[in-house]
């Protein structure tokens, strides 16, 4: 059975498996710590969300909301669960949840075809896109990698998504919309 666990309801042990998948998906160069992700979601500035499978932790969202806008910084599902429908059933859940807000992410540019990752991107574009979300032409460039910025509705709300940047700018530098 899943279970929705808020971050700062974690036991230790959970906290370390949630700092473990940040870690993992991210590594150094795209990772917020652990630590800064609890303190802004304290102060609430942020929110994390996490689903465990029994005491497994399956998948982590940190996301951050405006009046208009859910934006997603980081949908992560442990490599164990992947390819199983998960990540498909979080985005409705969050579509649902937040169904007053146009849902907002980002993913690796699409528009560097000699990437090494590059198929990796483009599958992580469709996965998204078969989610309800569509690529704009906005791009954001955060710590030096370009994003492809993608949404649900019709037009991105600039706005709304740029308020959250500004706001995002407190623990993640640089941060340049294009």
Known sequence: MVIEKNILDLNQAEFKQ???LNYAAFGDAESIDDQIILEKCRE???NCITFFDDEDL???VVYMLSETVAYYLFVVVADKYRNQGYGSKILKYLAKKYSDRQQVIEIESLSEKNSPN????ISRCNF???NGYHLTKCQVIIRGVLLDVMCTGELLDKAGYAQLLEAEKEFIEPIILL
Do not use: V
Not at 118 to 121: A, T, W
């Open 18 to 20: 949630f700092a473990d």
């Open 44 to 46: 609430g500035k942020l």
């Open 58 to 60: 399956l998948a982590s």
């Open 118 to 121: 590059y198929k990796e991107r």
């Open 128 to 130: 998204y896109l078969r």
